[in-house]
């Protein structure tokens, strides 16, 4: 098999984690099926991005077609799709030399919804996967959801990185039977166990503390504030937290402010592979998001033998469905957040078994479902079997048009 794989979530020159988990899935698929890429890249975020010295991304393993869209900033929204496919047209012809078979998209829009239209004039079958916000935030807008659950509507199958997921993207009116859950995966011999006291000297991390972990952008949706006010009610504690963004500068005026200048670490941003030491280093990895698709930081962190507190939104129920893994929070609020960091610490932890928890999601083993699922659609398989998805939608889960208007 041939497949195009379109999204703009990939690494670049000047983020070189964007869209890691994207890069970490096509590097695996490319030991089953052959891939090339299409990247088109937001031409504002580059004029605006500053090249940072954290890894580049892996060129040369598969051959990448990259190019500039531009839409308006801050207005009409609705029409980014239309400006992604008209901009990255000609990069999108040149690729189909390559003759694929099919259309692989990640994130419904705009790239799914551009790509859908690409797809359509080239007569390929449409694969998209929905990673969370595109779903969760950007299908509140009224425009936008319709274009998103049209482009649903039109895909040959639609993957959703959670279950929880899947039910909404059902609610679009998405037929169930064309809708599959591959959660996003990781690289287990990228995060290896290692001696913590050992990853604490080489990162200059104070011994003989309880310490906490966070790795993620810092933007309002991760709700680094609530981390840090839960910090307040934990003197004992001290955080890493990893990744920049642009809250930064308010987060580091915030951990002045509470007192917490010397418990706290702001690491930056770190390259995926350095990332690794962050977790081995920590007692727990804390999640303290508004919304969440599948956080690929959970099994990374599990594969280093860390465990995790975390609040029950989106995939991240699924992900710690083993007890073992760590401990899920109603609400990620200030004092529960707090109370769960004081419960996963006091965890008796087995290392061993949290990475085995992890290795059930080898991106391996990932990229083996992905390539079930384009067999499938070029089978033209009406329902797909389940070797390809082993948890399905509910047997009443909404169906059809008449789902669209569901909240």
């Not at 551009?114 to 009224?142: E, F, K, Y």
């Not at 690929?296 to 465990?307: K, N, S, Y």
Request: glycine share 6%.
């Amino acid at each position: 098999m041939q497949v195009l794989v379109y999204t703009s979530l990939y690494p670049n020159a000047a983020n070189a984690v964007h869209g890691i988990f994207v890069a970490r899935l096509v590097l695996a698929l490319t030991r089953l099926v052959q891939v090339r890429l299409v990247v088109p890249e937001n031409g504002y975020h580059w004029l605006a991005s500053v090249p940072r010295r954290c890894g580049q991304p892996q060129e040369g393993i598969v051959e990448t077609d990259r190019c500039r869209f531009w839409t308006i900033p801050r207005l009409l929204k609705s029409l980014d799709s239309r400006f992604m496919a008209w901009w990255s047209g000609k990069c999108f012809r040149r690729a189909l030399a390559f003759e694929p078979d099919l259309i692989h998209a990640h994130y419904a829009y705009p790239d799914g919804a551009a790509a859908a239209s690409l797809a359509a004039r080239s007569g390929l079958p449409l694969v998209v996967t929905c990673h969370g916000s595109d779903i969760n935030v950007l299908a509140r807008h009224p425009a936008r959801r319709r274009i998103i659950a049209k482009t649903l509507r039109q895909a040959a199958a639609v993957v959703a990185v959670s279950q929880d997921l899947a039910g909404k993207i059902a609610r679009l009116g998405v037929d169930p039977g064309r809708i599959l859950h591959i959660p996003n995966g990781v690289d287990c011999d990228r995060f290896p166990l290692a001696d913590k006291g050992q990853a604490r000297r080489d990162l200059h991390l104070e011994a003989g503390v309880p310490l906490v972990a966070a790795a993620g952008r810092l933007e309002p949706v991760k709700g680094y504030d609530r981390l840090l006010r839960a910090l307040v009610l934990l003197p004992d504690v001290h955080l890493a937290l990893v990744g920049d963004g642009s809250q930064g500068p308010a987060l580091q005026r915030l951990a002045r402010e509470l007192g917490l200048a010397r418990r706290v670490r702001f690491a930056g941003r770190v390259s995926h592979d350095a990332l690794a030491a962050y977790y081995q280093a920590a007692d727990a990895l804390a999640i303290s998001s508004h919304s969440e698709g599948w956080p690929t930081v959970i099994h990374e962190a599990l594969a280093c033998g860390t465990p995790v507190v975390a609040p029950a939104l989106g995939g991240i129920a699924e992900a710690l469905a083993d007890p073992r893994a760590g401990v899920l929070l109603d609400s990620a609020e200030p004092e529960p957040l707090a109370a769960g960091i004081r419960r996963v610490l006091a965890l008796t932890v087995d290392p061993c078994a949290l990475r085995q928890i992890a290795a059930a999601h080898d991106w391996s083993r990932i990229a083996a479902r992905y390539a079930a699922l384009y067999a499938c659609v070029l089978r033209h398989t009406p329902n797909f079997p389940q070797e390809v998805s082993h948890e399905f939608l509910p047997k009443n889960a909404a169906r059809g048009p008449a789902a669209a208007s569901a909240p």
